[in-house]
């Protein structure tokens, strides 16, 4: 899921909620429009639930040449992180949960889970959804060389002030670097009922206290009757194809979702651009949570899919894998 190049990141800051900022993350040279993709699609699910109800929100890295799946696993009241590694990507082998919520923290009983992961030199940085059931932060956890896991004690990004569109609640990270910063995208929602859920982006010198953009968010939900009217969330960004692309989740009043396509010159402006649904029985409702890794030509795709017309959970969540290519 990282397209850059990753440079060691020596010390870390203090958490932060995070303050604001005007930024771009830099311009590519090409302009729009840019070519479209097309999504060829595994008809099976790549990784099963097994015992969970749900397994969903893949984040896959590829350090030392083998590949490691960071993705969330519900088991009838609970998200966890659970992890499972792979020669190619495709036969995957569960080593079990990795993270789990500590009810005497800030995380609450809920989840702790729909992260994203970094891996720099021998250690893995990963983000995470935590807290409760309707009211998400972000904290962080990290894996040393020894293969052990550490969380922050505090969340390092927050909800907004009162009246902003991240007012309560910040969700579904995706964390990328580029030069010198990292670069988190993620799900935002307000105190409107029905809860409003858009897009925005923070930056980062040392991956926990974050600057948000002053004008998030960076994508709203479409229009009424279009795939995304009811909200947007989800984000997975990178560059490839002479742009900044997102695939991010898109849902209908009725519970669907599908993956759309947004592109942009300096990874803040968007035009969406693409739609993709579930072909299969086991994706027919849901099809979200994409995490990507660019690799030549081609890009690498894991994804969430699901048979049931849900926001959340109980959805028969498996996980999927898919290539996108110039058309």
Known sequence: MKTWTLAVVAAFGLTGCGSYADFTTGHTTETIPHPQLSLTVRPEPVLGRGSFSDVLNPSVVKPGGRYLNLYSAFDGRTWHTALAESEDGLVWQDRGIILSPDSHTWEGSYIAANGSVLAIGERLLYWYQAGPKGHPKIGLAERDGAGAWRKDPEPVLDWGP???????????????????????????????????????????????????????????????????????????????????????????????????????????????????????????????????????????VWFGGGDVASPDENLHGQIGYGTLASR
């Open 162 to 300: 009162y009246g902003s569109w991240d007012e309560d609640g910040v969700a579904d990270p995706y964390v990328t670097r580029l030069g010198s910063y990292f670069y988190l995208y993620y799900l935002g929602q307000d105190r409107a009922r029905p809860t409003r859920q858009r897009i925005g982006v923070a930056r980062s010198l040392d991956g926990r206290k974050w600057e948000k953009l002053r004008t998030n968010p960076v994508l709203d939900p479409g229009e009424p009757g279009d795939f995304d009217e009811a909200a947007v969330g989800e984000p997975a960004v990178w560059v490839s194809h002479g742009a900044y692309r997102m695939l991010y989740t898109g849902s209908d009043f009725a519970g669907n979702r599908r993956l759309g396509m947004a592109v942009s010159s300096d990874g803040v402006h968007w035009r969406k651009s693409q739609t993709f649904s579930g072909q299969q029985p086991w994706n027919s409702k849901v099809l979200c949570d994409a995490t990507v890794l660019p690799d030549g030509d081609t890009v690498r």
